[in-house]
Structures are given as C-alpha cells and as structure tokens.
C-alpha cells in the first residue's frame, strides 16, 4: 500500500468513528428526551377513560342517604323540568309527530302502530296504566317501552296528550 492510501485509510477511519458516536449521541439524546417529556393523550382517549371508571351508581344509607336521594331526585326533576320539549306543548300530534312516529309507525321494538286490534288489551286495562306506562317505561312480552318515550324533557303532561292523542286516532 501506498502513502496516501493509508493515510486516507485514517482520516475515512476517523470521519466513520465522528459519524458513530454522533449517532450514538443522537440515540441517547432521544431515549432521554422520551423519558424526559410526557406523551400528549388525546381529549377523546381521557373521555372514554374516565367513562369507563366512572361509578356505575350511587349508595344512599341511613337517614343522610335518604336525604341526598331526595336531593338528587329533585335536581333531576327540576333539570328535566327547566329544559321541556317542543316548547312546552300538549298537542299530541306534535309530540308524536317528532318522538313517537319513530317507533308506532313501523312497530320498532315491538310497539303498536296505529291499529285498534294492537291496543284493545292495553286500553282494557285503563287509561291510568297506558299514562303510567308511557310515563315511566314498561317492559312487557311484546315490546319495550321506554320512560317518557325516550325524551326525559317531556313533561307528564305531554306524554298523557300524546298516549291520549294516539287513542283517538286509532284506525
């Protein structure tokens, strides 16, 4: 070998080990960097998080359970109350209209659509239970029904004229 091959030899020596510890550096710098900064988790990932730890239910014990049931129970009502549906109305036609034609028009889950030989047994048993059904939901053999149809901001007054409404316009 010549000179100058071996001194080219020592400098491309040279030049391959200034690479290697740089890249050895810059490895080092990124593992402390990631130990160093904490990962950003998305605001949908802490949601379904907390969602899923979150209490499946209360306890009320003794007379200050039962005190704060009440309480809860009245904030709940008075929350539904102040945000009532479709302004407030009684007109049955509307409050079916636009909530309960979802489900007594094609017989979803098992409800009764508009035909009198579907509600012959449910008006057998009175007006008061039909009311007291479509009010806090009834699970039977035929079907579901949910509380308030499924809008808790409908007042008791509007679920009894929409079942009312309903009953008069049986075919």
Known sequence: ????DLDFLKKFSLVI????LVTAGLIGLAAWLHRAIPA???DAVVQQRLDR?????????????AAAQAAASAAEAAA??????????TDGSVIY??????????????????ERAQWDARIAQGDDTLHRHAIEGFTGAAG????????????????????????????
């Open 97 to 114: 209209q636009n909530l309960c034609a979802g489900c007594h028009t094609s017989g979803a889950g098992g409800a009764p659509t508009l």
């Open 17 to 20: 080990l200034f690479l290697m």
């Open 1 to 4: 070998m010549r000179n100058y």
């Open 144 to 171: 579901v029904m949910p509380p308030r149809g499924g809008n808790p901001a409908l007042s008791d007054e509007q679920v009894i004229a929409a079942v009312d409404w309903m009953i008069e316009n049986l075919k």
């Open 40 to 42: 950003e988790v998305p």
């Open 53 to 65: 730890i979150a209490p499946a239910g209360e306890v009320y014990a003794g007379a200050t359970g």
């Open 80 to 89: 539904a109350a102040s945000q009532v549906a479709y302004g407030g109305t």
